[in-house]
């Protein structure tokens, strides 16, 4: 499937309105990544989705 930037915006403009429905069971860091990846490894399962939280830091010289 491929992604055009068309298809992002719906998605975008759906969740600015509050109109997406996305169940997310857990949100974490991304230093916490590879444990959610080893216990969903392990057969543990969610209710929902898993989000991975990151943030780029940009430092200014």
């Known amino acids: 499937m491929e992604v055009e ?3 992002l ?3 975008v ?3 600015a309105a509050r ?3 996305v169940a997310v069971a857990r949100s974490i ?3 916490g990544a590879p444990a959610l990846m080893t ?3 392990q057969g ?3 209710n929902g989705k898993a989000i991975i939280v990151f ?3 940009v430092l200014e010289v």
């Open 39 to 41: 216990s969903l490894g």
């Open 29 to 31: 860091s991304l230093a």
């Open 19 to 21: 109109k997406s429905v």
């Open 9 to 11: 915006q719906q998605v």
């Open 5 to 7: 930037a068309d298809n």
């Open 55 to 57: 943030a780029l830091q």
């Open 13 to 15: 403009d759906l969740a």
């Open 44 to 46: 543990k399962r969610l």
